[in-house]
């Protein structure tokens, strides 16, 4: 078994961890290279389904000009209410070379994007990582930033430090029959609690330039689920008793029931103004110091 984390510094050994894949808490094993896949389904090719400007992410990632992101096609986790089901359930995309692949991030770059913006990236980090260094060798200098679950490994922050710059994690759940049922993973809140921790000892600050757009840091996302306000006032307990309320956070309510919601009654639906109110007052109660929190539509 490979160490993920010590395998880093040449191309033959960042392909070399597809050879026994552990790349996330499923730790599979199987050889990607050899045309074997895992719980994911990725392969041993980049496989992409959109890349562009994106203006909807958080002010200091869109900022004016918009977020350059790459939507990976696949995932490690199985929500039952994801809104990007057809790329990360069904696999929707396409295949890219390195060299492809290194040729998009500087297109991104040269249009003007603040950051590259990798969606749902664990299972080709290693790929990622060859493109992104050559890609640096050719001229790009915007920040690297992972747009990630919150569902991966203390050796997975160490693989990925030398090279990301922003780290946007989600923190979803607070149990771990929830995270099950909605999301198929197992062990969420123990693998959510050490992975938070290690990226907030890697990126403890976050570092704006001068027209306030992030270059380095780390901003942890909450979505609220219909019918778990409970939950998300236990993971805003946990979070400001793992990392403290002075790091930056998300508050989110876009919840919309997409994919297979309409089988769960229960999360069928948006979440309700008393739902929104009752984890707002508690984030207020907590004193978070940063962060940003959406507008909550009436038609919600």
């Not at 664990?122 to 747009?147: C, F, H, Q, R, S």
């Not at 840091?217 to 939950?231: D, K, N």
């Not at 400001?240 to 919840?255: A, F, P, R, T």
């Not at 707002?280 to 919600?300: P, T």
Request: charged share 25%; with cysteine; net charge negative.
């Amino acid at each position: 078994m490979k160490n993920i984390s010590s395998e880093k510094n040449s191309e033959r050994d960042l392909l070399s961890l597809l050879e026994d894949c552990r790349l996330c808490p499923w730790s599979c094993g199987v050889n990607r290279l050899r045309g074997e896949t895992g719980r994911c389904g990725a392969g041993d090719k980049l496989k992409i389904a959109a890349h562009t400007l994106h203006f909807g992410e958080e002010p200091p990632i869109s900022g004016r000009n918009g977020s350059g992101t790459v939507f990976f096609s696949h995932c490690n986790s199985f929500c039952v209410y994801c809104q990007n089901y057809p790329i990360s359930q069904i696999g929707y995309g396409n295949e890219y070379s390195l060299e492809d692949f290194t040729g998009i991030l500087l297109s991104l770059q040269g249009r003007g994007a603040h950051n590259i913006n990798l969606v749902s990236p664990v299972p080709y980090t290693p790929l990622i990582k060859i493109a992104v260094d050559e890609a640096k060798n050719k001229g790009l200098k915007i920040p690297i930033l992972m747009n990630l679950f919150g569902w991966e490994t203390e050796e997975f922050a160490e693989l990925t430090s030398d090279f990301v710059d922003v780290y946007l994690i989600d923190i979803r759940y607070s149990n771990n029959e929830t995270a099950n049922k909605y999301s198929g993973i197992k062990h969420y809140t123990e693998v959510n609690e050490k992975f938070l921790k290690k990226i907030n000892e890697i990126r403890p600050s976050v570092e704006l330039d001068e027209n306030e757009i992030i270059t380095k840091g780390l901003i942890i996302r909450h979505l609220i689920i219909p019918g778990h306000s409970e939950e998300s006032i236990e993971c805003l307990d946990h979070l400001k008793g793992w990392v403290g309320n002075e790091v930056h956070l998300s508050l989110m309510n876009q919840y919309f029931p997409a994919y297979n919601a309409f089988k769960y009654p229960e999360i069928n639906r948006k979440i309700t103004r008393e739902e929104w109110e009752r984890v707002l007052k508690h984030l207020e109660n907590l004193n978070f110091k940063n962060g940003w929190i959406q507008d909550f539509e009436e038609d919600n």
